[in-house]
């Protein structure tokens, strides 16, 4: 199945080359040059496309065409390995493509992938130095050339072309091959930037995710001792205090001061315990485990805003899709962060909680009526210690595979939105 979708792949960036060319010849003022339309070509798919087969397969077929060759492939060096092994064919059987393969320094391929410098021969049927004389024999292969695929002087790879009949190569021919090699070695080294970058980060984000994991784990053992320990003394402890205001009164104590004394001790352990119960909440919001993330996200703002004065509007509908608890974790502290943010710094008088489907992301926003701020500046303030929540959550939303953004002018509010993909990549959509 993945082998088709590349070949339909290949065959439309064909398509989109061809055109290209097209183009370029009808836009002249002269008749092109073949070798200009030819560079034009695989310079077009090299910007246009992202595909490296389909890269390769448009730089083979322009040599082919432009040799009048009759069949070709391109190779790449393994650097671990040092083999050089066909990646694109054209007009080669399958098991020449799969059998034939050489290390740096052996056969012609081989050859030119060492020094660097192009090969031509008249006739490969003949060489006593080929690799796999018995393929070359069955494919009928005669006439050769082999040019290395170069980038900031490293060779990457080779590309050859062949034909049926022994003949002599031009100069011309040469140098078309050797420039189109150019081309897609530039090509190869650029694709393996990208493959290593692509592996950083993943291997970024694991690592990251990690973190995360053992970030939670060791709030949710806080929250553990917290509740079996500290909790439990503090509501032992405003419990007995109670007792002794009722014995007190009970007695008909006329001691005002020691009576004020006790029940402000009260009061106070009473307070404490409450903001030691809000904490144990924060690290470990057990609402998701028991209510999902709607229902959590509504219980958990509606406790921390009313007390504030703040009105709260929500917009969210039941996620039919099954979300990982990772992902559940992050969405909720995306809007604990956010809400924390309106309480401390935004003097708003609304929030809007929006939490829906869309297509094939899942989008949630907090959004609030505040002062809000000048996005510009976000780098000044955290140089001040502030801004950091903002960044913390973008970061967390990539762990995830999600995209967050901050919108935002002085006078008009805030809004921090994430598109979270329910499959494949997010689709960003700008309001």
């Given at each position: 199945?993945?082998?088709?979708?590349?070949?339909?792949?290949?065959?439309?960036?064909?398509?989109?080359?061809e055109?290209?060319?097209?183009?370029?010849?009808?836009?002249?003022?002269?008749?092109?040059?073949?070798?200009?339309?030819?560079?034009?070509?695989?310079s077009?798919?090299?910007?246009?496309?992202?595909?490296?087969d389909?890269?390769?397969?448009?730089?083979?077929?322009?040599?082919?065409?432009?040799?009048?060759?009759?069949?070709g492939g391109?190779?790449?060096?393994?650097?671990?390995?040092?083999?050089?092994?066909?990646?694109?064919t054209?007009?080669?059987?399958?098991?020449?493509?799969e059998?034939?393969?050489?290390?740096?320094?052996?056969?012609?391929a081989?050859?030119?992938?060492?020094?660097?410098?192009?090969?031509?021969?008249?006739?490969?049927?003949?060489?006593?130095?080929?690799?796999?004389?018995d393929?070359?024999?069955?494919?009928g292969?005669?006439?050769?050339?082999?040019?290395?695929?170069?980038?900031?002087?490293?060779?990457?790879?080779?590309?050859?072309?062949?034909?049926?009949?022994?003949?002599?190569?031009?100069?011309?021919?040469?140098?078309?091959?050797?420039?189109i090699?150019?081309?897609?070695?530039?090509?190869v080294?650029?694709?393996?930037?990208?493959?290593?970058?692509?592996?950083?980060?993943?291997?970024?984000?694991?690592?990251?995710?990690?973190?995360?994991?053992?970030?939670?784990?060791?709030?949710?053992k806080?929250?553990?001792?917290?509740?079996?320990?500290?909790?439990?003394?503090l509501?032992?402890?405003?419990?007995?205090?109670?007792?002794?205001?009722?014995?007190?009164?009970?007695?008909?104590?006329?001691?005002?001061?020691?009576?004020?004394?006790?029940?402000?001790?009260?009061?106070?352990?009473?307070?404490?315990?409450?903001?030691?119960?809000?904490?144990?909440?924060?690290?470990?919001?057990?609402?998701l485990?028991?209510?999902?993330?709607?229902?959590?996200?509504?219980?958990?703002?509606?406790?921390?805003?009313?007390?504030?004065?703040?009105?709260?509007?929500?917009?969210?509908e039941?996620?039919?899709?099954?979300?990982?608890?990772?992902?559940?974790?992050?969405?909720?502290?995306?809007?604990?962060?956010a809400?924390?943010?309106?309480?401390?710094?935004?003097?708003?008088?609304?929030?809007?909680?929006?939490?829906k489907?869309?297509?094939d992301?899942?989008?949630?926003?907090v959004?609030?009526?505040?002062?809000?701020?000048?996005?510009?500046?976000?780098?000044?303030?955290?140089?001040?210690?502030?801004?950091?929540?903002?960044?913390?959550?973008?970061?967390?939303?990539?762990?995830?595979?999600?995209?967050?953004?901050v919108?935002?002018?002085?006078?008009?509010?805030?809004?921090?939105?994430?598109?979270?993909?329910?499959?494949?990549?997010?689709?960003?959509?700008?309001?």
């Open positions: 199945m993945e082998r088709g979708k590349e070949e339909i792949t290949v065959k439309m960036a064909k398509k989109e080359a055109d290209d060319a097209v183009h370029i010849e009808g836009t002249s003022e002269e008749e092109e040059d073949n070798f200009i339309i030819a560079i034009s070509r695989v077009a798919a090299i910007s246009g496309l992202g595909n490296l389909a890269i390769l397969s448009i730089g083979l077929d322009t040599a082919l065409k432009s040799l009048d060759g009759k069949a391109v190779m790449l060096l393994d650097e671990e390995s040092g083999f050089l092994s066909y990646r694109v054209s007009g080669l059987s399958e098991r020449y493509s059998e034939m393969f050489m290390k740096t320094g052996q056969g012609i081989g050859k030119v992938a060492q020094s660097g410098k192009a090969i031509l021969v008249d006739d490969i049927s003949a060489e006593h130095n080929a690799t796999r004389p393929l070359i024999s069955l494919e292969l005669r006439a050769f050339v082999s040019v290395p695929l170069k980038a900031n002087e490293k060779v990457l790879g080779v590309m050859n072309i062949t034909s049926d009949k022994p003949r002599t190569f031009s100069q011309r021919d040469i140098y078309m091959c050797k420039s090699g150019d081309q897609l070695g530039t090509a080294e650029q694709s393996r930037l990208n493959e290593r970058l692509r592996r950083g980060r993943e291997r970024y984000r694991q690592l990251a995710r990690r973190v995360i994991v053992a970030q939670e784990k060791e709030r949710k806080i929250a553990r001792d917290l509740h079996d320990e500290t909790s439990q003394i509501a032992g402890l405003a419990l007995n205090l109670q007792a002794l205001i009722e014995m007190a009164e009970g007695k008909d104590i006329q001691d005002r001061q020691f009576m004020d004394i006790l029940k402000k001790s009260h009061s106070f352990t009473v307070q404490i315990h409450t903001e030691v119960s809000r904490i144990i909440a924060d690290l470990r919001p057990t609402q485990d028991t209510l999902g993330l709607v229902a959590a996200i509504r219980q958990y703002v509606n406790s921390i805003v009313v007390s504030q004065g703040i009105k709260v509007h929500f917009d969210m039941p996620i039919e899709k099954h979300l990982l608890p990772e992902e559940e974790l992050s969405l909720f502290r995306l809007v604990q962060g809400v924390g943010n309106i309480i401390q710094h935004s003097e708003a008088e609304n929030i809007v909680i929006f939490l489907q869309q297509d992301n899942l989008v949630l926003s959004s609030d009526d505040g002062k809000g701020f000048e996005i510009e500046k976000l780098t000044e303030m955290r140089e001040r210690g502030r801004g950091y929540g903002l960044l913390h959550m973008k970061e967390r939303m990539t762990l995830i595979g999600a995209t967050c953004n919108q935002t002018q002085p006078g008009k509010g805030t809004t921090v939105k994430a598109f979270f993909p329910l499959s494949g990549k997010a689709t960003v959509k700008e309001d």
